[in-house]
């Protein structure tokens, strides 16, 4: 195994770590392993990416602050990464329930200019973003009561990602919303310490939340990128033909995520219902949105009101 510095060969390559929170096999699984096998391809073998799911090098937020100070070489992680306090808090402006008009809307965005300056401004923050993935449209599971409105929110105790959107806005509908790591989440729901959870369909199946939840409402509240991530210190380490290997690997590979969601969504649904799962869509949109009101004033302040505006109105 050859280390930094070193010449790295197909018989003696670079081994590096791409660490993911969520579980083998689904969306961003996928794109990370065609990535790993992307670049070992175009390096003739000299760099091999091995790839770390569910969580076994730690959660998005700590793999991230890993990637910093160079622990780590790579991580696909959502906002909860990208977007922690020590990186760019303001790119948590993705995560604000029903800021995108739908799933055409939200590609379209991260795929334009929009996307492309998320990911330059990554920079000086220690780490690099490469490309985008997709972990997908994000729809709520309880163990209690179906979920129509944000009326059938008041109250209830769910969990999501360590962002502040996500607590903010769910707050908005009235929820008793509490950030929390996905790698602890499973036990969490099954102890009770959470009523609900969100989370992208596949996600849900893969992780068996169908198990310790009842409803599944399909909300599509958020749409939630995913971001390709490199250590700068170890991007730095890389030859320029390499560095352009590996941004051009991560756009190629983000659409992995996209196809494996688009193939799935529906058998994930599907599936779901046969394990048990009541689900619900009649979902009141437009009065979910009419609620997010309540908190506008707080994301313009955060993340501007022109950014607020830019994101809506993009039309691709």
Same mark, same amino acid.
């Given at each position: 195994m050859s280390r930094p510095g070193e010449a790295a060969t197909s018989a003696n390559p670079r081994v590096l770590r791409l660490a993911l929170s969520g579980p083998f096999g689904m969306q961003i699984s996928r794109s990370a392993t065609d990535f790993a096998a992307a670049v070992s391809k175009a390096t003739n073998g000299r760099l091999r990416i091995d790839v770390y799911s569910n969580g076994a090098?730690? !959660?998005e937020r700590e793999t991230s602050e890993d990637l910093q100070t160079g622990a780590l070489d790579f991580a696909i992680a959502s906002s909860a990464g990208y977007g922690a306090p020590s990186i760019v808090p303001k790119l948590g402006v993705f995560d604000i329930p029903f800021l995108f008009r739908d799933l055409n809307h939200a590609r379209a965005t991260l795929d334009g200019p929009i996307g492309t300056e998320a990911l330059k401004s990554l920079a000086g923050s220690g780490v690099v973003g490469l490309g985008w993935a997709e972990n997908g449209m994000r729809q709520i599971s309880s163990a209690t009561k179906p979920v129509r409105?944000? $009326?059938d929110l008041h109250g209830i105790k769910i969990r999501v990602p360590q962002t502040d959107a996500m607590v903010a806005g769910f707050r908005a509908l009235g929820a008793d919303a509490q950030p929390y790591s996905f790698v602890?989440?499973?036990a969490a729901l099954a102890d009770g310490t959470f009523e609900a959870q969100e989370n992208p369909l596949g996600v849900i199946r893969a992780s068996n939340f169908d198990k310790v939840q009842k409803y599944l409402s399909v909300t599509s509240h958020v749409y939630s990128p995913a971001m390709f991530m490199v250590s700068e210190r170890i991007f730095k380490s890389f030859s320029a033909e390499e560095q352009a290997i590996l941004q051009?690997? $991560?756009?190629?590979? !983000?659409?992995?995520?996209? $196809?494996?969601?688009?193939e799935n969504e529906k058998g994930d649904l599907d599936e779901l219902r046969k394990r048990g799962m009541t689900v619900i869509t009649d979902i009141d949109r437009g009065a979910f949105a009419a609620e997010m009101n309540k908190a506008r004033g707080q994301f313009e302040a955060t993340f501007g009101k022109d950014t607020l505006a830019a994101i809506e109105n993009y039309k691709g």
């Amino acid at each position: 195994m050859s280390r930094p510095g070193e010449a790295a060969t197909s018989a003696n390559p670079r081994v590096l770590r791409l660490a993911l929170s969520g579980p083998f096999g689904m969306q961003i699984s996928r794109s990370a392993t065609d990535f790993a096998a992307a670049v070992s391809k175009a390096t003739n073998g000299r760099l091999r990416i091995d790839v770390y799911s569910n969580g076994a090098l730690g !959660g998005e937020r700590e793999t991230s602050e890993d990637l910093q100070t160079g622990a780590l070489d790579f991580a696909i992680a959502s906002s909860a990464g990208y977007g922690a306090p020590s990186i760019v808090p303001k790119l948590g402006v993705f995560d604000i329930p029903f800021l995108f008009r739908d799933l055409n809307h939200a590609r379209a965005t991260l795929d334009g200019p929009i996307g492309t300056e998320a990911l330059k401004s990554l920079a000086g923050s220690g780490v690099v973003g490469l490309g985008w993935a997709e972990n997908g449209m994000r729809q709520i599971s309880s163990a209690t009561k179906p979920v129509r409105s944000p $009326a059938d929110l008041h109250g209830i105790k769910i969990r999501v990602p360590q962002t502040d959107a996500m607590v903010a806005g769910f707050r908005a509908l009235g929820a008793d919303a509490q950030p929390y790591s996905f790698v602890d989440l499973y036990a969490a729901l099954a102890d009770g310490t959470f009523e609900a959870q969100e989370n992208p369909l596949g996600v849900i199946r893969a992780s068996n939340f169908d198990k310790v939840q009842k409803y599944l409402s399909v909300t599509s509240h958020v749409y939630s990128p995913a971001m390709f991530m490199v250590s700068e210190r170890i991007f730095k380490s890389f030859s320029a033909e390499e560095q352009a290997i590996l941004q051009s690997c $991560a756009v190629t590979s !983000g659409k992995v995520s996209r $196809a494996f969601n688009d193939e799935n969504e529906k058998g994930d649904l599907d599936e779901l219902r046969k394990r048990g799962m009541t689900v619900i869509t009649d979902i009141d949109r437009g009065a979910f949105a009419a609620e997010m009101n309540k908190a506008r004033g707080q994301f313009e302040a955060t993340f501007g009101k022109d950014t607020l505006a830019a994101i809506e109105n993009y039309k691709g």
